[in-house]
């Protein structure tokens, strides 16, 4: 999704405006309203109740014209209208995009135009399998270690390398 992002970002003239969400398991409505509010620059303290808060967001999304929303990592259907999200249509230009790891959440979510399904079938090599082990256990399990390397061998397309084997 960081590749999406950037991506969308550097061709500025499809979009007014690119929104990036992550979300967690138990996110509520409310805390989703900040969250996104907080990439305004909108303060919801003040408002009493989640339809106040979702008025004030829908005009925020609205000035804003034709934007993409990325909500990554979603774990239950959203109502677009509670939060405040104006419905992505042909007519308006906007789009939603959104990772999930299950298909309920895209049917609950009533998505139209494609549903991605992304297989991890690169590990389904026993080869691949091992060396993601070896490097996992070399860098001691530690997330920014095992990026660091993932980025250095994102366009290797052989398991040897320089003639050893990774």
């Known amino acids: 999704m960081p590749e999406i992002n950037n991506g969308l970002l550097r061709e500025n003239r499809l979009f007014d405006s690119v929104i990036w969400v992550s979300s967690s398991k138990d996110m509520k ?6 969250v996104i509010a907080g990439k305004f620059d909108i303060e919801l303290s003040g408002f009493q109740d989640e339809t106040s808060s979702a008025a004030t967001l829908f005009e925020a999304f609205q000035r804003r014209k034709k934007f993409a929303l990325i909500q990554d ?5 959203s109502s677009l209208e509670r939060v405040g999200i104006p419905i992505p249509t042909v007519e308006n230009g906007c789009k939603l995009i959104i990772t999930t790891r299950r298909v309920s959440v ?6 139209t135009d494609r549903d991605i399904k992304v297989k991890g079938e690169a590990l389904a090599s026993p080869d ?3 060396i993601a082990k070896d490097v996992a256990k070399e860098c001691m399990g530690l997330p920014l270690g095992i990026v660091t ?3 250095a061998l994102r366009n ?3 398991i040897f390398q320089n003639g050893r084997f990774h």
């Open 29 to 34: 409505t409310e805390e989703l309203q900040k």
């Open 73 to 77: 990592d979603l774990w239950e259907p």
């Open 106 to 111: 895209c049917r609950g979510m009533e998505t």
């Open 128 to 130: 691949i399998k091992l």
């Open 149 to 151: 390397v993932g980025r």
């Open 156 to 158: 290797a397309t052989d």
